[in-house]
């Protein structure tokens, strides 16, 4: 049998290898948890996204302490890293909803070997989102008061605010993306507890999976349950970051009075989330021999959605300038033609189009979208290029607007950048956590394709051909 770190030349196959069976690859997957000890590569990682971590943490108190005067935001820009972050973390959290819920709807197969991280990144990034708008606000400590909750102060949300749409959007997204994550995670909890020769991983295991059993009443439920849930999630994919988008859209500062936004800030939101899916992806499948299961077809198919989601950002930025130019708004057509590609800001601009709009071009050529390494440098490019992005839309646009006298640049703190790479932190150090107590890749899934895909070979004789 292959350890699946191999495969025939030229195959790109989205499914196994064709030698793998169900009892293989319970093996191959649960021994990455139960089996595979704690390597000096995994104690290095966590200990640096916890380091990062406290540094969020020390950014934090300091701003409990001082107030968000630590940071760069100076009237007129009130909204600074804070946001950015907020906007760029949500974005991140779309890949995994659109891989479970929109491609298990589509009865995409070749989501089953990526499924399971991107709906723990999805998690994780969301968490990184929700700490920014409660940072932001000045008293973080009274951050329940955004919710219709019954109190003696007679004090209630302010519905026409964009910022209290946000707190609900989010948290619903979150609560669904949690409720789905779970329920794809119960027969895999199971077999982990059946093969954990561990006493308090047997219980807490035992714990999580609810009494599964595997009964046929089990499985019938677990199946009308998931796809109730992926029916559930799918419009979220849409409606969170189009929530998102009026925080800005409905205002009337110039660059953000703009009805593209809610699709532009959807495909953008999209097309970062892939890139971060694929930032996580290569390494894993280097390091714990997975590329048995994340085939070259997986990560082509991923390069792909990233190139026609990259084509519809740049096409929203060239609608963008040409509305401006068009509406003949001398205030608009200041902030988006002058402003951004001349101003003081221009640097910035133009990295985020070379980062969002002409780089993501390579990926035209198969090489690029089938060699691992070219792929992980141009998702890490296009994940800087999206935070860019919001930096611009945020900041540029705040800093000049219609009033010269009250024009003034904006530039982030130590306690901004400590902000920014400790909320990394606080992800990776949830993603490291993740890879060694939960499967990475849904044990139940890939014995279900491995499954198909051996009767399909037997309906066609012995060695039968590939679907």
Known sequence: MSDGSQRPAGDESPVPEPDYTIESVTDKISSIVLVRPYGYGWLVGFTISFVLMMVLLLATSVLFIKGVGIWGVRTPVMWGFAIVNFVWWVGIGHAGTLISAILLLLKQDWRTSI?????????????????????????????????????????????????????????????????????????????????????????AYGILAMGWSGSSRHWHRYRTTY???????????????????????????????STIFPPYFVAGAIFSGFAMVLTLTIPLRRIYGLQGFITAKHLENMAKIILTTGMIVAYGYFIEAFMAWYSANPYEMHQVLNSRPKGPYAHTYWQLIACNCLIPQLLWIKWFRTNPLALWVISIIVNIGM???????????????????SWAMYHGTKWDYATLFGSMGLFLMLLFLFVRVLPVISITEMRELVHEQAGHDESHGAGGTKP
Request: net charge neutral; hydrophobic share 55%.
């Open 115 to 203: 499924n399971r991280f991107a709906e723990a990144m999805t998690l994780f990034a969301v968490a990184c989102a929700g700490l920014f708008p409660i940072l932001h606000l000045g008293r973080p400590w009274v951050f329940y008061w955004l919710f219709p909750y019954p109190n003696t102060m007679g004090m209630w949300p302010q519905w026409r605010s964009p910022l209290i749409w946000d707190v609900f959007a989010v948290t619903t997204y979150a609560t669904v993306s949690l409720l789905f994550w779970y329920i794809g995670l119960i027969p895999d909890l199971a077999t982990l507890r059946d093969r954990s020769k561990n006493r308090v991983a047997q219980i």
């Open 227 to 257: 796809l109730l849930m992926a029916g559930l999630a799918t419009p979220l994919v849409v409606s969170v970051h189009t929530i998102v988008s009026f925080d800005f859209t409905i205002a009337i500062v110039p660059g953000w009075h």
């Open 387 to 405: 935070w860019l992005e919001r930096y611009v839309i945020v900041v540029v646009s705040l800093s000049s607007d219609f009033l010269p006298s």
